[in-house]
């Protein structure tokens, strides 16, 4: 028998050992850039989370909102060939919640101008990316990805392309699966509780149909979702696969379900009296806590068997997972600016890109898991689940009081 759980936490436990167990996906931001005969205005977007990060590299007492204005002017530039435009104005624009967003014009005068050099973030965060779009007269012109090597864009050959290219929304869907270490923790859960590479099968099949329709809903406006809840929720289904790891262990199977009910609903009164949570949203966190107790009962009773009701019962709760993970991915995919264009391209190859991600995780799972058979001691998935819980937890509750 392949020993898939056990490649699967030697897997994560090198993720949750790197240094970005603690978040979502990696560092990033997004920015418009339209452009106009010799201006040229820039619109930042950053999350608040990112911002704070400048306070370990600036010894400032301003708040978030004017360091990072001042951070950009000093860390973005236009420029003309050699010469560098005068920035004509800037100013703070309203943001989505725990978002800043700040805009900036240059003016190059008589001049052409054909680049932008932007080094923001990057002393805060050497992995930040920056999603940037150049627009003309409401036209796409072009996309560009800054990052720590890759400051400066040259945009003087661009003509315009009219629409969002396939191939550069796929490889953003690859991008970000394969930064999200949640959602990486989920997966190689949901792997571990499978157990089969058909199991495997039917269980990333669940998860890839729910997140498909929760991502194309949310992003065509259908559905609309807390982002700071949704990120809260997926830590939560990261400790609820490896609760489930040791529930198929265990005898006492209705206290560990009614605990995680408990856990749920505490958590959610504690927000709410907090009045971090609306009460609309109180009756989520008691959804998901009332949802969870029914899962683990339920596969309690199938543990052990492989009928036609244990295989329904893995493929409803892993879409039911994926519908929640895909708001996640529909948060990230609307923060790069795509509200008011057409929606088709992007959403199709973001999500292809996150199969590919998704199928590439599984892949090297059962390479590794071919290549270590029983080499693996036996304590080492009991510990890595563990593990697992204890950072599904943490991420539940530091998200939600966050």
Not at 20 to 26: D, I, K, V
Not at 121 to 127: C, N
Request: a negative charge; hydrophobic letters at 50%.
């Amino acid at each position: 028998m392949i020993r898939i759980k056990h490649a699967a936490f030697m897997l994560l436990s090198c993720c949750l050992a790197s240094d970005y167990a603690s978040a979502h996906a990696r560092s990033e931001s997004y920015s418009h850039w339209h452009i106009t005969e010799t201006a040229l205005t820039g619109t930042i977007t950053t999350p608040l989370r990112e911002v704070m990060t400048l306070y370990q590299v600036e010894d400032s007492e301003i708040s978030p909102k004017q360091m990072l204005q001042e951070h950009l002017i000093e860390n973005v530039s236009v420029q003309s060939d050699a010469f560098e435009c005068p920035i004509n104005s800037s100013g703070l624009l309203t943001a989505p919640p725990d978002y800043v967003r700040v805009e900036i014009r240059f003016d190059c005068q008589s001049k052409q101008l054909n680049t932008i050099h932007f080094r923001a973030m990057f002393e805060a965060a050497p992995a930040h990316v920056n999603y940037a779009k150049l627009h003309r007269d409401g036209v796409l012109l072009g996309e560009f990805l800054f990052t720590n090597t890759k400051d400066t864009w040259n945009f003087s050959s661009l003509e315009s392309i009219g629409s969002y290219s396939l191939f550069s929304f796929l490889l953003i869907g690859i991008e970000h699966i394969s930064g999200g270490i949640d959602h990486i923790a989920f997966l190689l859960g949901l792997l571990l509780i499978a157990g089969s590479i058909g199991r495997s099968i039917i269980a990333v099949t669940g998860f890839t149909v729910g997140h498909s329709i929760s991502l194309a809903a949310a992003v065509l406006g259908y559905l609309h979702a807390d982002g700071k809840m949704v990120e809260a929720f997926i830590g939560f289904t990261v400790a609820l696969v490896a609760v489930e790891y040791f529930l198929l262990r265990q005898s006492n199977v209705v206290r560990l379900a009614f605990t995680c009910l408990v856990i749920a609903c505490l958590t959610g009164l504690t927000a709410f009296a907090l009045e971090l949570i609306t009460g609309r949203s109180l009756f989520a966190y008691f959804g998901i806590g009332l949802f969870a107790t029914c899962y683990l009962l339920a596969a309690n009773q199938l543990k052990g068997t492989k009928g036609s009701e244990a295989t329904l019962l893995l493929l409803v709760a892993t879409c039911c997972f994926g519908l929640v993970h895909g708001f996640g991915f529909a948060g990230f995919l609307m923060e790069t600016g795509l509200l008011g264009t057409s929606l088709i391209v992007p959403l199709l190859g973001f999500n292809l890109g996150v199969e590919v991600g998704q199928l590439g995780l599984v892949l090297i799972t059962l390479v590794v898991s071919k290549l270590l058979k029983n080499q693996v001691p036996y304590f080492i998935p009991h510990a890595a689940a563990a593990s697992l819980c204890g950072v599904g937890v943490f991420w539940f509750l530091s998200r939600t009081i966050a």
